[in-house]
């Protein structure tokens, strides 16, 4: 184990940083390589330049609008095969950081990644079959993804946060931390595509995965004690239990009901943003936008760089003025709503850029459900929760891709004006939902005891616990933060 200050003023940021750009610079590219596949599928190989949009006209909408459903069915299909078993193997993860530390559980993404990339390349240079990028993919998913990456970065900071209303602003800064990176991939993306081809990318995706793994390896210390283990198994039912116990245990003051209105909030939130990053690309590719592979990548870049100034200068801000976390996240669901529509009424670049503007607060909720929820579970709990909150993530992008992938096809036979921003409008409608859930907890807040501002350095969480267990806790907990 790497020994160190677990509480020293940077730790896990360059995890997220390089595994972050990492994982969002592959996104646009693997797509960008899918769309050309499939032009040089239907068009013949003759089409000798790489992903981009200059057949995209009125005139030749029906065989554009072919070149669309096949390379939605081909990330429709690799999607799955990487989201589908993250979703279970985050939740295996969850209560195994809680017994083993998080640093095991940590390297596992950037080594999933690692395999994933390998594969990825192979199918670029020997012109594999399309399908074959899908293997890569589900071993990246069986190593836990991005969700398991977040949640135990998340855990991590929990650990060593003792002040309950400092930790909203921490996870907000590396939510920041984590879309600047994005911003860096986003906007490199196209450039990647357009100057350098597909393999080229990739080699320096492996490269920001190599040095996640060996940074977590031998630079980062262990925030959380080992608990003592009766049995040698890496995984026992005793785990499941707390995995279940997390959501569904009894708390004082409604706190089970408090958790899983919560989850369901963070989990409504989620599938539009699942949305955006699934299907922005194809909608931007379609007639009439017809982008091009780099202003595609600059689009996707100011959307993260507003995401990442709202983490951090917005939600400042707010705090400088006492609003409360369930303010924040009304504030932040009324803005993503406002971006969903603008993007499905955008028929011009200028259009689109515009609807980058509401970015600034639209990725506020998320930190903040976070926090909210961090503050009802104790610290043994912490891990488990982060993995059932990362995993919602990870069943988010997939319903993303298995609901509405389909639909956009469908949107796509349809004539009449915004018909291919269907899916944008109806996820502007889900995040009602999440609205009037937080509304509902916000107005009785007053019954609900278990948030309550702290002035003690103590978190909240500590109010569903026995004096006994705050005693056993207090001494990990509670050190001083350098």
Request: glycine share 6%.
């Amino acid at each position: 184990m790497t020994t160190g200050n677990a509480y020293r003023a940077i730790t896990v940021e360059p995890v997220l940083v390089l595994y972050i750009t990492a994982l969002l610079l592959q996104l646009p590219v693997y797509q960008h390589y899918v769309y050309h596949r499939a032009q040089l599928e239907l068009m013949g190989n003759n089409q000798s330049g790489l992903a981009d949009s200059s057949h995209c006209n009125a005139n030749n909408s029906k065989l554009d609008h072919e070149i669309q459903r096949r390379a939605s069915k081909y990330i429709l299909a690799i999607g799955m095969a990487g989201t589908f078993p993250a979703i279970f193997s985050s939740l295996l993860y969850g209560p195994l950081s809680d017994r083993k530390g998080r640093i095991p559980i940590m390297r596992l993404p950037p080594l999933g990644s690692l395999i994933d990339v390998s594969i990825a390349l192979l199918t670029i240079y020997l012109d594999l079959p399309l399908y074959i990028m899908a293997i890569g993919s589900a071993i990246g998913g069986v190593s836990g993804q991005y969700t398991t990456l977040v949640f135990t970065v998340t855990a991590y900071v929990t650990d060593t946060t003792s002040d309950a209303a400092r930790l909203s602003v921490r996870l907000a800064r590396l939510e920041a931390i984590a879309l600047l990176g994005g911003t860096i991939a986003q906007a490199t993306s196209g450039l990647w595509v357009e100057h350098l081809g597909y393999a080229a990318p990739y080699w320096f995706l492996f490269a920001c995965q190599l040095c996640t793994f060996l940074y977590i390896t031998f630079s980062l210390p262990e925030s959380h004690e080992k608990l003592p283990c009766g049995t040698k198994a890496c995984y026992s039912c005793r785990d499941l239990q707390l995995l279940a116990g997390v959501v569904f245990k009894h708390r004082n003051d409604r706190g089970r009901v408090k958790i899983l209105l919560l989850l369901a909030t963070s989990f409504l939130s989620l599938l539009p943003v699942g949305v955006l990053n699934q299907l922005v690309i194809l909608y931007a590719k379609d007639f009439p936008l017809c982008w091009r592979a780099d202003l595609i990548g600059y689009f996707l870049a100011c959307l993260f760089f507003g995401r990442a100034v709202g983490a951090v200068v917005c939600m400042k801000f707010l705090k400088w003025f006492n609003w409360q976390d369930y303010s924040v996240v009304q504030l932040g669901s009324v803005f993503l709503m406002g971006l969903l529509v603008m993007i499905g009424l955008s028929t011009t670049t200028l259009d689109m850029f515009l609807a980058t503007l509401p970015c600034l607060m639209a990725g506020l909720p998320q930190p903040c459900i976070r926090a909210l929820t961090s503050h009802i579970v104790n610290d043994s709990e912490q891990g488990s929760l982060f993995s059932i909150v990362a995993s919602i993530e990870s069943l988010c992008n997939f319903l993303a891709n298995i609901i509405f992938n389909p639909v956009y096809q469908t949107s796509l036979d349809y004539s009449w004006p915004h018909s291919n921003g269907l899916i944008f409008f109806i996820n502007a409608g889900v995040i009602l939902i999440p609205l009037i859930i937080v509304s509902y907890l916000k107005f009785y807040d007053g019954k609900f005891k278990e948030y309550e501002p702290i002035d003690s350095g103590i978190p909240n969480s500590k109010s569903f616990t026995s004096s006994s267990s705050l005693s056993e806790e207090s001494n990990y907990k509670h050190q001083p933060i350098s």
